[in-house]
Each structure stands twice: as C-alpha cells, then as structure tokens.
C-alpha cells in the first residue's frame, strides 16, 4: 500500500462567496482525507482560491474594487469554511501569492522550451462566465454548450499550447490508469472527447491584464485555467524541489464538479507531460445538486448557505446530508427537511439512541463498568460478524470513492445493534440474577458496534464521532488518531473501563 494520499478541491473563484457546491466537495475531501490518514497515511490535503482572470476583474469592477481587493474581501469567507465544516485541510492557496507566479511560469517556460507553446493568433467563441473558448461548432444557437449563456467571437494575439500532439499520449495514458478518470461513465465521456481529436489550446491573453505574465512576453497574461491547474503543484512547493512535491506528487485525486472535468482530464495532463511533470493517478467528478428540485440560482434567490446551514444544523449533521443523500458521482437534490429527516432518525434515532441506551443500562445494571462479554449465543453471532465486516466494508467502499456506501454499512452495523437490543431484552435478562453473565455480555456487544461505529464515523462527522469516542474510550487518544486495522477490530472495547452514564451527541433537531 502507498503510504501517502495527496488530494485536492478546485480552488475556488472569489468572484463570489461559497455556496453548497463548494462545501460539498471540500467536505467530500476532508472525509477522504481523514480516512486515509486513519489508514495510517501521510496525507496532503489542498484547498484554496482561484483569484485572476476576467470573471473575477469584471465582478470587482462592479463593485468598484480592485480585483486585488476583492479577492482578499471574498477569500476569508473561502478560508472560513474550514472551521465551519470543521474541514482539516493542510493547504490553502492563493493563486495571487508569489509562490504561485513562479510555479505557473516555470511549468509554461518548459513547455515554451520544449516547443509545445508557440505564438499564433486566436479567433473563437468566448464565454466569459466560464473562461473558456469555444469553436463554431461547439456554440448552440449562439450560446455555451456548458452553461447555456450567450457567447461573444474575440480574436487576438495568443499563445497556444500544442494540445493536438497529445491526443494519442493522454488516450494511452487513459489506457494504462483505467482509475483516472472516475466515475466510468465520465471517464468514457472524456475518452469519446479526446477520440474526437484535439485542438491546440489558448494559453494567453492580451485582451486582459488580471493575471500572471507570459515569461518574456509584454502584454500577455497566462490564460485562467492555465494559471488555476498549477495550483495544485504550487501547493507542494512546485518548481522547488521541497520534500513535499517529492513526497505528495503525482495527486491520488483531484476532486472535481462534472463541468470542470475536462480541464483536469485532458488539459491538466497535458500541460504536465509537455513539462516533464507527471500527470495525477486521478480525477473523480462529483455530481450536482439541486435545491427542493429546482436549478440553484442566484435570481431564484435559493442558493444554498454553508454558513447558515451550520448555524441551523451543525457541521456534523449538514456533512452527513450530503455525503449520505446521493450516490456519491451522481447528482442530488437538497432540501432542509430530509436532511432534517436523516439527521433525526439515523444519527439521532440509530446511531445516538444504540450508545445511550447502551451506556444507559450500563449505569443502571453494572455501575457503568464494562463487563467482560461471556459465552457467544447465535444473536451475538450475527452482530459481531457485521461488526467484523463493516471496517472492510467501509474500506471497499472509500477506495472506490463511494462515501455513500461507506455510510450505509456503518448505518446498517448500528440498525443490526439496536435491532440486537430490541430482541435481547436485556431489561428482562436484569430481572434474573441467574442472567448477569448473559446481560453483561449483551450489554458488551452493544457498547462494541458502538464504538465500532464512532471510529468509523470519525471521517464523515468527526465532532460527534470524537463525543462518541470519548464515551467508549475514556482518557484515550483522539479518534483521529485512532487506526482503522487495529481499532475497527471487532472486541477491543476495555472490559473494567467505567463508562459515562449517558451521552447526547446528536440531539433531535425540532422543525
Ligand atoms: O470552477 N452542486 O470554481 P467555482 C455541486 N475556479 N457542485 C457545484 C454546484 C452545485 N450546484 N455548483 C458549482 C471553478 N459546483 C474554478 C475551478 S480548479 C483548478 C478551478 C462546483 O468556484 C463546481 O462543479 O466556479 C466546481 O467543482 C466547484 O463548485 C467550484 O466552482
């Protein structure tokens, strides 16, 4: 196993302030991130802020700001997102920093060298929405084909990248990383694109001046994407030969929107080989969300805060909504009453209610000090093999990126807990002095899928999960510190430890 994980969000435009899209994705990362530093990795987590380029000078120019000035305003309320969310990234970066001209212009010197950057002229069809150029035959009916907005036709002087020479190396490289790009579906998508044949790319403008310079080149600012993909070597240090791009470099994964997928899939590369640089192992496209089924818009006014989804919910239950609510890769509809829904009777009426009620009885029966757990009856069969399974479960499941399934067998370990609960009655096995041995052993099991469950838990919701752990582990390392092999295993919960009586984590939210 490769010991360490490098993973990256976009980074983000601060031509506006962050909406669910941009916490979806950052947190989709974070649980990534802290599973596999609970795998025993070294893991590089990357966030940050895409600062140049035209969306943003035009929204600046709006608000009569330097593009400078706004990015500074918006880029705190990128940066606050991390203890909002309780995100554990290791990186923020600004494409605005110096350390990140020198890298953007190294990478582009050596494809200049290399003679895969040439000087021409550009004509095409702009959308200015989305940085991108389009050809004639691309534009519908005069519009974007991603976003549908109007499109105008510019020319001007350019720098091109020679993007047409690497058509059969990037269709090879596909070949050879069947995981590049994930989903499949996207993957054959971006495969049918590049089949397609390539054209050369872009790369500067001059009709713009908020931007990085073309090395040597007066009047030319390095295109917005160009400039935005380098952020994720820059943020290892790139061109300086640090221990950190030594260490993180090539990416596991570059989490993206499905509409950004083929700027990290086709260009991204790319630009790496042409430089000598080698291309990630891979991109993941996640799906996007509606709002109680409509598109997400500003002039629908339905725009979805993180911050206020917090105050109203907690961190906690707003990170399980959207990792549990939709096949992750696929799109999803938000709305606050199912999360409310999922919030109240799995966290709260599953996960919550099997440790209280456990610990509960705990208190009542045996003074709050774990009992050994005695001879093994077909019921208590039936959950320890769960319990067994659900490590390697979740563990299948986060290494194909499917956080929802992940989630579901922790869900189903606590259901077959209650469930264990329900039908062991140990409240009627207290009756019967003849039955402590058999109640102690009950109540083990019980307290054992909990804390199976609360290290499980850790990477999704890590503050609640810290709760439970603390519960079931008294006075013991945090549970990000904790080891999926060693403390997913099933029966390590310390017989004599005494136990708290009672531990709300996931209060019921009231609507
Ligand atoms: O694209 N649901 O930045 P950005 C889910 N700066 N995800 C959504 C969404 C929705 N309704 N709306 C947007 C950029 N997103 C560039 C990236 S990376 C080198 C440069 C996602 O702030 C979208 O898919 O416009 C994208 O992944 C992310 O939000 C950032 O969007």
């Not at 976009?10 to 802290?34: E, F, K, M, Q, S």
């Not at 702009?126 to 974007?144: F, K, S």
């Not at 209610?353 to 001879?375: E, I, Q, W």
């Not at 490590?391 to 194909?400: H, L, N, S, T, Y």
Request: net charge neutral; with cysteine.
């Amino acid at each position: 196993m490769k010991d360490t994980f490098y993973i990256t969000t976009p980074i983000y435009y601060v031509n506006d302030v962050p909406h669910i899209g941009h916490a979806y994705t950052t947190i989709a990362c974070d649980a990534l991130a802290r599973w596999h530093r609970m795998l025993g990795k070294r893991v590089f987590f990357l966030t940050g802020t895409d600062e140049h380029g035209e969306k943003v000078q035009k929204s600046a120019a709006a608000k009569g700001l330097s593009p400078r000035e706004l990015a500074d305003q918006v880029v705190t309320n990128f940066q606050g997102l991390t203890p909002a969310l309780t995100i554990s990234n290791t990186g923020f970066i600004r494409t605005t920093e110096p350390r990140h001209y020198a890298s953007v212009q190294d990478l582009f010197r050596k494809s200049l060298a290399s003679g895969d950057i040439y000087l021409g002229e550009y004509e095409g069809w702009y959308c200015v929405p989305d940085e991108a150029y389009w050809t004639a035959t691309q534009i519908t009916d005069g519009n974007c084909p991603t976003c549908g907005r109007p499109v105008e036709k510019r020319k001007e002087p350019s720098w091109f990248f020679r993007l047409s020479k690497y058509q059969e190396p990037l269709l090879d490289y596909y070949r050879k990383h069947p995981a590049f790009i994930r989903p499949e579906s996207r993957r054959n998508e971006v495969v049918a694109f590049v089949e397609g044949g390539l054209n050369d790319l872009s790369v500067s403008r001059t009709s713009l001046s908020w931007g990085i310079p073309v090395p040597e080149a007066p009047g030319h600012v390095i295109y917005v994407w160009y400039d935005a993909l380098t952020n994720y070597i820059t943020g290892l240090g790139y061109p300086s030969p640090t221990a950190e791009f030594g260490t993180f470099w090539p990416a596991d994964i570059h989490m993206v929107g499905k509409d950004i997928l083929r700027f990290h899939a086709v260009y991204w590369p790319a630009f790496l080989m042409s430089a000598g640089v080698a291309p990630p192992l891979g991109v993941f496209a996640h799906g996007w969300w509606t709002v109680e089924g409509q598109k997400m818009s500003k002039s629908l006014g339905n725009v979805v805060d993180p911050y206020e989804m917090v105050r109203k919910y907690g961190a906690d239950a707003f990170r399980y909504f959207l990792l549990r609510e939709v096949s992750f890769g696929l799109d999803g509809d938000f709305s606050e009453k199912e999360l409310v829904r999922r919030a109240n009777s799995e966290l709260a009426d599953k996960l919550g209610n099997l440790l209280n009620r456990s610990l509960g009885m705990l208190g009542k029966y045996f003074a709050g000090v774990v009992p050994a757990p005695g001879r093994s009856e077909p019921a208590d069969a039936v959950l320890s093999a769960c319990g067994r399974e659900c490590a390697p479960a979740v563990a299948a499941a986060m290494d194909e990126v499917a956080i929802h399934k992940a989630l579901a067998a922790i869900i189903d370990l606590v259901t077959k807990g209650n469930e264990y609960v329900q039908s062991t009655q140990p409240w009627a096995l207290a009756k019967y002095p003849g039955k402590r041995a058999r109640l102690g052993t009950v109540l083990y099991n019980a307290l054992e899928a909990s804390r199976v469950a609360a290290l499980l838990m850790a990477p999704f919701t890590p503050t609640a999960a810290q709760k439970l752990w603390e519960a079931l582990v008294p006075g013991g390392e945090p549970v990000e510190n904790a080891r999926i092999d060693r403390d997913g295993a099933w029966g390590r919960l310390a017989a004599g430890a005494t136990l708290p009586a009672a531990c709300i984590v996931f209060p019921k939210i009231e609507t």
